[in-house]
């Protein structure tokens, strides 16, 4: 079986928090979920960072989120009649008599009947009276991070995660449905307006990471799938095309400002792997076929600023969208992806380090015998018992041959025994011819 040889292999419980969680873990977080690890950071008496939410501006003043938790009671009403504006639309006032709007439930409005806005809708609404208090929080925020737009990395990462986690306990009374896309549409508003400032900052390493890791896959480009045990076939034009949208996808991710926005890129590449490999194969891709297929698509890809793309994602998109699902899913298992590249050496191959150097150094393939074996289909099992074949009858040719050279030689020692002996009898008794007279 070829599987016995495979070079990649992931556990699925590698890929969760190591605090046991059950989220996703991360490399940049040393394996923990981004709750687990901020937490932890937090508990570290040595690192004590000021983690209230970021200032929101009421009269002036700026507010914590202490003082929003106070007023909860007073907001309630206000909060429930905007989210039910934003998700529902405008409803018909309620007639006199009947119950006030701030004591309906949020959950009595059927959650079939309430559709999420898109984003665009969403950019709408903040110029509604209706929310005010949102749009107020979401402008003093930015001015607030574009002023102290020369932070370390980190310490804006750390203020962006508690501003989503202070709207977050904003919207805690809906349902997940209705308050995760408005949260995504939250971090799109905020994330385009401050990508110039935080995306790949002079205060980190990313720039540099960026130019060692796309010359690390620059290098790999001899790496073929069947190498890495990418379970397709060759040559099929349909698995083809799946392949190269998912390298479209993962490269368009450069081009993209949000986390949100970077994240589907990754999706949509993720999507067209698996379909490549169901269309090659009959049995369904588990995960080391994926992760090979993905591994495969980036060295293909070699995406511009892939380092820098994956950390934007890591520090500024939402926990949730990494913690849990197929986005979260599909972005472990590229960050499994790059580590492996970063590491690759002959073992991961199934080469020799000889042979791995030789990869390195360029050498043709012809000079280097690959000891990779190949799943072999029906046709090509045939061609190599056929081959055999062949080469039996070829040794049993030059066998026929040779006897018939020995058989020759021998008849043509006997000969000329024979011829001796005749001319040494001849010489001994020579025989004389009587002729008779009739």
Not at 89 to 109: H, L
Not at 247 to 275: E, H, N, W, Y
């Amino acid at each position: 079986m070829w599987e016995a040889h495979r070079g990649i292999h992931v556990d699925q419980s590698e890929l969760l928090c190591k605090e046991g969680c059950g989220y996703y873990g991360n490399p940049a977080w040393q394996g923990y979920c981004s709750k687990c690890w901020r937490k932890r950071n937090r508990s570290q008496p040595d690192q004590k960072r000021d983690t209230g939410p970021c200032p929101s501006v009421e009269g002036g003043k700026p507010l914590t989120f202490s003082k929003f938790e106070e007023k909860k009671s007073s907001e309630m009403s206000r909060r429930v009649n905007t989210m039910k504006r934003l998700f529902g639309g405008s409803r018909t006032p309620p007639k006199r008599g009947s119950e006030p709007a701030d004591t309906q439930s949020v959950t009595s409005s059927a959650p079939q009947k309430s559709q999420p806005v898109d984003f665009t809708e969403f950019l709408k609404s903040l110029r509604k009276p209706s929310t005010q208090v949102l749009h107020r929080r979401c402008t003093a925020f930015l001015s607030s991070l574009e002023s102290q737009r020369y932070l370390p990395v980190q310490k804006q990462s750390d203020l962006v995660q508690d501003f989503y986690q202070s709207i977050a306990g904003h919207f805690h009374s809906f349902p997940e449905e209705q308050s995760a896309p408005m949260m995504e549409h939250i971090e799109k508003l905020i994330m385009t307006r401050l990508y110039k400032w935080v995306f790949c900052p002079d205060s980190s390493d990313d720039e540099h990471r960026d130019l060692t890791l796309q010359r690390r896959i620059r290098a790999l480009h001899w790496v073929t799938p069947q190498m890495l045990r990418v379970p397709v076939g060759e040559g099929r034009s349909e698995v083809n095309d799946h392949f190269l949208s998912a390298i479209t996808a993962i490269i368009g991710m450069d081009a993209k400002r949000a986390p949100q926005d970077k994240l589907s890129c990754v999706f949509k590449c993720s999507q067209s792997i698996f379909t490549a490999l169901a269309s090659s194969n009959p049995e369904p891709a588990n995960a080391d076929d994926f992760l090979s297929g993905l591994i495969h698509v980036v060295l293909k890809a070699n995406p511009p600023r892939l380092h820098s793309n994956m950390q934007y994602i890591i520090r500024f998109g939402l926990p949730h969208s990494l913690m849990a699902g197929e986005s979260g899913y599909y972005f472990t298992n590229l960050c499994c992806a790059v580590t492996f590249i970063e590491k690759l050496n002959g073992p991961s191959l199934n080469l020799t380090p000889e042979q791995f150097e030789g990869y390195m150094q360029g050498r043709k393939p012809e000079e280097r015998e690959s000891p990779v074996s190949e799943p072999e289909s029906e046709g090509l099992r045939l061609a190599k018992k056929n081959r055999e074949l062949l080469g039996e009858i070829e040794k049993r040719q030059e066998r026929v041959a040779l006897g018939v050279r020995e058989m020759e030689e021998e008849l043509g020692k006997w000969v000329q025994s024979v011829h001796a002996q005749v001319q040494e009898i001849k010489a001994k008794a020579p025989l004389d011819v009587i002729s008779t007279k009739s």
